[in-house]
C-alpha cells in the first residue's frame, strides 16, 4: 500500500529513474507510413531515422482507455494513485486517464494535467515519485507538484519549423516566415501551449540565448533542477550540458525526446528545462 506514480511516454525520464521509483508509463501512440505503434517499441535512432527519410507525416494519438485501466488493475484498489499526464492542449491524454479512473470508482485515483510534457511533466513525475518515497500523503504531494507546474520553464529551438506548422503547433505564417528567412524562433511551453518567445537569427545564437536565460536565474539562486533535452542530436546535448555545468553545480539530467514530442518538433530539438 502507498503512493503509485502514473505517467505517459512523453515524460521521458531515463529507464533507471522509472525503475527506482517503481513509475509506470503508458505509452502513447504513432503513425508513419502506415505503421502504428506504441512510444518505446522503436527505437529513437530508427525512429527518426525514418523520419528523415521520408515525406509522410506523422500522426500521434492518445493511449487507448484500456491501456490506463490495465496498469491501475495491475495494483489494485488498495493503491493510492497520481496520475501525471502531457498537457491537455498538446494530447488527449488527460482525457484518456480520467475516463479511466472513471472505470474504477473503487480506486483513488488522481489525474493531473501536467500543462507541460518532456522534462517539464518528468520533474513533477520524479517530485511526485521521492515524495511519495519518503511518505508524504497525496494531498501534501498535488499541493507540491502544483506549486512545481508553475515554476517549470521550457526553452527549446528546432531544426525546421515545418513539423510544428504542420502539426498544427505552430502558426503557418510564423512558421513560412521563420524558415524563410532562417529565423531560429525561441520556443516555449506557455499555460500547456507550444509558443514562440523570441525570434533569432540562428540555431546557435537561439541556444545561446536559452543558456544566457538560464544562467540569470542560477545567478540569482532561483534554479532548483535544469535538465537538457534533444531529439536525435547527442553531441549538441552533450555541449549544451558541459556549458551549463559551468555555471550550475548540481547534476544535470539528458533527456532524448521520443517519437512523440519529435514528430511535432521533428528530430534537431534542442533546449533546456528547469525549475
Known amino acids: 500500500m502507498g503512493i503509485r506514480i502514473i505517467t505517459d511516454s512523453t515524460s521521458y525520464l531515463p529507464p ?47 493511449p487507448p482507455v484500456g491501456d490506463f485501466v490495465k496498469v491501475f488493475e495491475r495494483y489494485g484498489p488498495q493503491e493510492t494513485y497520481i496520475c501525471l499526464v502531457i498537457s491537455e492542449l498538446l494530447s488527449g491524454t488527460l482525457h484518456a486517464a480520467e475516463s479511466a479512473a472513471s472505470l474504477l470508482p473503487d480506486y483513488d485515483i488522481t489525474v493531473m494535467d501536467s500543462r507541460s510534457t518532456a522534462m517539464g511533466l518528468g520533474f513533477q513525475v520524479l517530485k511526485a515519485a521521492e515524495m511519495g518515497r519518503q511518505g508524504f500523503g497525496r494531498d501534501q504531494i498535488i499541493q507540491e507538484v502544483v506549486k512545481l507546474r508553475s515554476e517549470v520553464m521550457i526553452r527549446f529551438v528546432v531544426d525546421n519549423l515545418e513539423y510544428l506548422v504542420r502539426g498544427g503547433r505552430l502558426g503557418k505564417t510564423s512558421g513560412m516566415l521563420g524558415n524563410l528567412l532562417q529565423v531560429k ?86 533546449g533546456l528545462v528547469y525549475y
Do not use: W
Open 16 to 62: 533507471e529513474r522509472l525503475e527506482e521509483y517503481e513509475i509506470e508509463v503508458v505509452p502513447l501512440e504513432i503513425t508513419l507510413g502506415g505503421t502504428r505503434f506504441r512510444e518505446g517499441e522503436m527505437s529513437n535512432r530508427e525512429y527518426y531515422s525514418r523520419l528523415r527519410s521520408t515525406s509522410d507525416f506523422p500522426t500521434t494519438s492518445q
Open 185 to 270: 524562433p525561441i520556443l516555449g511551453i506557455i499555460d500547456g501551449r507550444i509558443d514562440a518567445l523570441k525570434k533569432v537569427r540562428s540555431k546557435r545564437r537561439a541556444v545561446e540565448n536559452i543558456v544566457e536565460e538560464l544562467k540569470s536565474q542560477v545567478d540569482k539562486g532561483r534554479i532548483s533542477e535544469v535538465a537538457v533535452c534533444h531529439a536525435d542530436v547527442e553531441s549538441e546535448a552533450m555541449e549544451l550540458k558541459e556549458q551549463v555545468e559551468a555555471f550550475f553545480p548540481k547534476p544535470i539530467l539528458v533527456s532524448e525526446v521520443g517519437p512523440t514530442i519529435g514528430s511535432h518538433t521533428g528530430p534537431g530539438v534542442l
